[in-house]
């Protein structure tokens, strides 16, 4: 089946600086939607940003991401992080493209920033 | 413009008993999705529904817990015979095509 590695469990930054964090898959579909999902202390988790198409930058609210076939890869950036940001962050994929199916998540990791 | 509503927001219970947990989705949306949130694991997909009808239960862990939708108003999660490995958040999102939108969850304490 489908799964996301998500390798860190923790960052840590500090307020000003670049963030990167890492999201791999492995999936055997080739229809596949990428998801980064973030979730504020005692909120939802909220749609952060969304692709599908390879080698694409998607950016939204000051994160960017590109989805990379070749290394099957979809991180997270911000090339300078604010103390709001510190959150939960998931990534996901859905193996049915844009069909609605099911998101399957990543273990999730926690944004720290510090002042 | 309500979101997705789960209640309760938090349950304790006793190993052995049993928890129903319930959703109400956005209005119109026509996809249902149960998962289960732990510090350990993430989100754990459970279940989900597309207009009413079960879909994949692939997640479930089979014998004791069980997911239905009457209606499209409302979903409920079901946990027999509770075990302390089930406490966790459950969350229920919905969705008109593919973005989730999630619930707040409820949290499931089993002691």
């Known amino acids: 089946g489908d799964s996301v590695t998500q390798t860190e469990g923790l960052v840590t930054v500090t307020e000003g600086l670049p963030v990167m964090l890492n999201c791999t898959y492995q999936?055997?579909?080739?229809?596949?939607?990428f998801f980064w999902y973030v979730q504020y202390l005692n909120e939802a988790p909220k749609l952060l940003l969304r692709s599908s198409t390879d080698n694409k930058r998607t950016e939204h609210q000051g994160f960017h991401a590109t989805l990379h076939k070749s290394s099957s890869s979809f991180h997270l950036q911000k090339s300078s992080v604010q103390l709001s940001d510190s959150a939960l962050y998931y990534c996901?994929?859905?193996?049915?493209?844009?069909?609605?199916?099911?998101?399957?998540f990543g273990t999730g990791t926690s944004l720290l920033v510090d002042p | 413009n309500a979101g997705v509503i789960q209640t309760p927001r938090h349950k304790v219970t006793g190993k052995g008993q049993e928890a129903t947990l319930w959703c109400e989705p956005i209005?119109?949306?026509?996809?249902v999705f149960w998962y289960r949130q732990t510090i350990v694991q993430g989100l754990e997909f459970l279940t989900y529904f597309r207009n009413q009808a079960p879909i994949d239960d692939s997640g479930m862990p089979k014998e004791r817990f069980s997911a239905q939708m009457p209606n499209q108003s409302h979903s409920t999660l079901k946990i027999q015979s509770t075990q302390p490995q089930d406490s966790a958040v459950y969350l229920c999102?919905?969705?008109?095509?593919?973005?989730?939108?999630f619930g707040e969850g409820s949290r499931l304490i089993v002691v």
């Open positions: 999102a919905s969705s008109p095509r593919n973005t989730l939108y």
């Open positions: 999936t055997a579909y080739s229809d596949v939607a």
């Open positions: 209005s119109g949306h026509s996809a």
């Open positions: 996901a994929l859905s193996d049915r493209g844009n069909m609605g199916y099911k998101l399957t």
